[in-house]
């Protein structure tokens, strides 16, 4: 699931890589007292495939007024589809489909300084550039990581910049004007299934490491002398696999005063070794706080699980589950106010405070997270 930076006919829109070979669009409808997702688009990519990534054209906070609003997408049987979504009529709509890897598409992923160029990863350990006016020919093929390429990332802060993980359990930094040999490589002891840049940290890159748990990166002296990234935070999550992580949007500096305090003091009493309470457990106490509809039971857990620190993460202890005052709190947002524009966020992005989800196989549990990189 990823949501699309910019509104589409005044709505957020989700967009979603089913099981069943699709990819469906939900637009986020607000009412007096809460939010939904109410169906908008959807697109059968093939039969017998399953639909295993996508990617929006507008990762870089925005687009020109003329600028078509596309959608890539990966598949099981390892083709790509390019798609682009229209505001009026059917919404989804096919542009191109073609064979990307001879094994399953892992990960398709725009260039968002140039949205014709995507990139893709595949279970042939390899990871391909492609430009989707002329999709028949690779523009590059990379057998630099040595397993199975399941998450790339363009950097919407730096061009040229691309990150990419493996199940070799490495992150590699690349300036794609290069791409016969990384500019950095660090080993991250678990196979890496999603990669996501800070929206407004341009050097903080975050890992879902599968049995490695999550890792925040600073890839500051990577990009500029070519080093290994160093760890500014990392959680290892007991008998489960990390399998998705992401960054809030929400500028903490642009919601209101109220909203601030409750975020600032809703782990102060907590520590690293501390049971996560209800709200990482449970998806209705994380719906509460992100003013998104409430459901009685999502999730089934015993409650056990703790959340341990990396030893050698620099930075560890400011990185805190939300906890049980927060989740019995106001919520961070609610219909009516106004989520903060992409642009503006941008500007103001002098912000400490950073909220982080993840997920975990096995044990079925979504947590989120506060982190406090001040």
């Not at 930076?5 to 967009?15: D, N, S, T």
């Not at 600028?67 to 390892?78: A, E, F, T, W």
């Not at 073609?98 to 595949?122: C, K, L, M, P, R």
Request: charged letters at 15%; aromatic letters at 8%.
């Amino acid at each position: 699931m990823k949501w699309c930076h910019i509104p589409v006919a005044g709505h957020a829109l989700l967009g979603v890589a089913d099981a069943g070979g699709s990819i469906e669009l939900l637009r986020l409808v607000g009412s007096e007292n809460t939010y939904r997702l109410q169906p908008f688009s959807s697109f059968a990519l093939e039969k017998q495939c399953l639909a295993l990534s996508l990617d929006w054209s507008t990762g870089k906070a925005g687009r020109a007024s003329d600028q078509p609003l596309k959608v890539i997408s990966s598949d099981s049987r390892g083709q790509l589809h390019l798609l682009k979504v229209t505001e009026a009529g059917p919404g989804l709509q096919g542009v191109a489909t073609w064979q990307a890897h001879h094994f399953e598409a892992w990960i398709a992923a725009f260039n968002y300084w140039q949205t014709e160029i995507v990139y893709s990863g595949g279970d042939d350990g390899l990871l391909k550039g492609w430009d989707t006016r002329t999709p028949d020919t690779s523009i590059f093929s990379s057998k630099r990581h040595s397993m199975g390429v399941c998450s790339i990332q363009s950097s919407p802060h730096q061009e040229h910049l691309l990150a990419t993980g493996s199940y070799d359990e490495h992150v590699l930094l690349w300036d794609i004007r290069n791409m016969r040999q990384p500019l950095a490589d660090t080993a991250v002891q678990g196979g890496v299934w999603r990669l996501r840049w800070h929206p407004f940290h341009r050097h903080l890159l975050l890992a879902a490491c599968m049995h490695g748990g999550f890792r925040i990166f600073n890839c500051q002296k990577a990009i500029e002398n070519q080093e290994a990234c160093t760890v500014s935070a990392s959680y290892t999550l007991p008998d489960s696999l990390v399998y998705g992580a992401d960054w809030s949007w929400l500028n903490f500096h642009l919601l209101p005063q109220t909203q601030q305090s409750l975020l600032l003091g809703s782990s102060a009493g907590s520590n690293l070794g501390a049971r996560t309470a209800d709200v990482v457990h449970n998806r209705k106490a994380v719906g509460q706080l992100l003013g998104l509809p409430s459901f009685d039971h999502l999730a089934d857990h015993d409650g056990d699980s703790q959340a341990r620190p990396q030893s050698g993460g620099k930075g560890w202890t400011s990185v805190h589950p939300l906890t049980e005052n927060t989740k019995n709190s106001s919520r961070l947002h609610t219909p009516g106010t106004k989520i903060c524009d992409s642009d503006l966020c941008l500007e103001t992005a002098h912000l400490d405070i950073s909220l982080l989800a993840t997920c975990s196989f096995y044990n079925h549990v979504l947590h989120l997270w506060k982190w406090d990189n001040s």
